[in-house]
């Protein structure tokens, strides 16, 4: 009874929308208490928190890669293109759009650099020609990926890899990267140009991306919204730019305290905000 | 002084007044490490794919082999019978994905290994219910696999090639460059071997596991196929045949679980090593029948000083 939005129709709906999902390991550890946040058409979210907030959690709930690790989603729903994820498998969602660049890279290290990025492609069926075409434009983005080419990828530096793994995403002809952890390991400058190459890939190619970062004063200024995730739940969402100015933001992750040092006691713990836009 | 010398001189002298008889000890030997080489390189392919280490691997050799001889001897023309049984294999290989793969995803190493023995079980059972137990003749001639033999004269000497061995040796030639020529520069191919580097990053870019699965599976079937035509021809066709692929344990240990290369290599080396030993060492020294744990004792030598094997694949590690 209930119609189905039509995919792709109307840009003003969100890309992604996760509703109020609970995410369950080994039938146990409750890991996400409730966690909704949303990705407009063509913009670059940020998920921000801590170690073990639950961030590569919830991007692994969306890709639905979940599985392998025995987690569940036991409540909420998440849509990716007005379409319901859960029934996907990640070689579906991939085909239509949907991919996940995961924390600490996680190249192909026998492969060379070019069966890394070509692999990317496995569930295009548009022929050999289109992925060569692709081929070059990944080039084009990382012009240094083409010069290590044959190299294998495990012998090559942290900040190639990360180039190899959002190039290899990027080969499957992405709607949307989730990109867990850029910056993790590589010195500030190749953040910064890694960071850059995200924003001209959103801008040129259209990619939207969903971004998990600890790092939140790069993730902040690159982003145009961003989510606040501690232990499980979100606690603070808004525009990057109110973010950045906001005083507990400012505290505990920009670290830039307002006046003097204070103690732990006196932090404000937010309490759970409850959502209702399931 | 008796003894070292019966052990570290007299074998080479024997090899060297008598060349021909050296050549022919080397070329069988060549033949048998080919076929455990094959055997190997199916447990390769698995294990690099799934990490399963596959107990079935030698059941399916002699089930490869029973279905051929079985549908040829229920009216089968030999030259049909082969892609049928290569469908049976598909089959097979998909029924293995389905049933026992996909439900046992993310289990233990150890269960999955269980779970081949279950496969291994299930296959003499069904192999047993359906072609029956008894021994049976590879059908040699039917495949039009020439029978007779080759005789040289090398170094005033005498030396005799079977044709059947030559054609065994040739055809694993052909199917392992085949192979390689699939895995480096296919899109499955290259989908395999990301597979085997890293599971979770190769579930990442969309490849499926289940797809891969069973086409690797079924190579392994290909792969037992085409041992068992050639050990068949030798042997004949039977349950015991599975004892070869326990001859592919040691060629693993010595070769490396993961490595293709050192699959074929450990292969040829324990097949020309165990009868070299064999024959200039074994049959004066300790009374023969020294195949049997040759090829042990050797893998277990190198373990000692090469855990991962001789060929095992370098784990990359960036400090």
């Known amino acids: 009874m209930t119609t189905a939005p039509a995919p792709s129709a109307d840009t003003a709906s969100p890309i992604l929308e996760v509703n109020n999902i609970e995410v369950i390991y080994d039938h146990v550890i409750l890991v996400l208490k409730g966690v909704s946040l949303s990705v407009p058409r063509g913009g670059i979210t940020a998920l921000l928190g801590a170690n073990g907030a639950g961030k590569t959690t919830t991007l692994k709930a969306i890709s639905n890669l979940l599985h392998a690790e025995r987690g569940e989603v036991t409540k909420g729903n998440i849509q990716f293109d007005g379409e319901e994820v859960q029934s996907l498998s990640p070689n579906d969602l991939v085909r239509r759009g949907c991919i996940q660049v995961m924390e600490g890279r996680h190249c192909f290290s026998h492969l060379s650099v070019e069966d890394n990025l070509l692999s990317g492609a496995f569930t295009r069926r548009d022929g050999a020609s289109a992925i060569r075409d692709d081929l070059e434009l990944v080039y084009s983005y990382f012009p240094r990926l083409k010069v290590r080419r044959n190299s294998q990828a495990g012998y090559t530096s942290g900040g190639e890899q990360q180039m190899t793994a959002i190039g290899r995403a990027l080969m499957s002809r992405p709607k949307m990267i989730l990109l867990d952890e850029p910056s993790m390991g590589l010195a500030p400058q190749l953040v910064e140009e890694i960071f850059e190459i995200v924003k001209k890939l959103n801008e040129e190619q259209e990619v939207s991306f969903l971004l998990a970062e600890q790092n939140t004063n790069v993730a902040l200024r690159y982003a145009k919204y961003g989510y606040i995730l501690e232990s499980g739940r979100i606690v603070l969402d808004g525009e990057a730019a109110s973010l950045r100015e906001n005083e507990d933001v400012k505290e505990f992750y920009l670290g830039v305290a307002g006046d003097g040092r204070r103690s732990f006691k006196d932090v404000k713990h937010y309490k759970r905000r409850k959502r209702w836009l399931a | ?319």
Do not use: C
């Open chain 2, 1 to 319: 002084m008796e003894l070292l010398n019966s052990i570290l001189v007299k074998p080479f002298a024997d090899m060297i007044a008598a060349p021909d008889f050296l050549l022919q000890v080397l070329w069988e030997g060549t033949v048998s490490g080919v076929l455990y080489a094959l055997i190997a390189l199916g447990f390769v392919l698995i294990f690099k794919s799934s990490r399963i280490f596959n107990f079935a691997q030698g059941i399916m050799v002699v089930f490869a082999a029973l279905t051929l001889v079985g549908l040829h001897q229920n009216g089968v023309p030999a030259l049909l019978a082969v892609p049928l049984t290569l469908v049976v294999m598909y089959v097979l290989a998909y029924g293995i994905e389905r049933v026992v793969l996909r439900p046992l995803v993310n289990q233990p190493d150890i269960i999955l290994f269980m779970a081949t023995i279950g496969i291994t079980l299930f296959l003499i059972g069904f192999g047993e219910l359906i072609f029956g137990g008894e021994n049976k003749r590879m059908i040699t001639e039917e495949l039009m696999i020439p029978t007779g033999s080759f005789e040289f004269e090398p170094f005033g000497g005498f030396v005799l090639m079977e044709q059947k061995d030559i054609v065994a040796v040739g055809g694993a030639i052909l199917l392992v460059v085949a192979l390689l020529i699939f895995l480096n520069k296919s899109k499955m191919g290259r989908a395999i071997r990301a597979l085997g580097d890293d599971h979770q990053a190769a579930l990442s870019v969309g490849i499926s596991l289940s797809t891969i699965w069973v086409l690797v599976w079924f190579i392994a079937g290909v792969i037992a196929l085409v041992t068992g035509i050639a050990w068949g021809a030798r042997a004949g066709v039977s349950f015991a045949l599975e004892v070869i692929a326990y001859k592919a344990l040691p060629v693993l240990m010595l070769g490396g679980l993961e490595s293709v290369s050192g699959a074929i290599i450990g292969g040829l080396a324990i097949g020309i090593l165990e009868k070299l030993f064999e024959i200039y060492w074994g049959q004066p020294l300790l009374g023969g029948n020294t195949e049997t744990w040759f090829a042990y004792v050797l893998a277990l030598t190198v373990l000692l000083f090469r855990p991962q094997g001789l060929f095992g694949e370098k784990i990359i590690e960036r400090v």
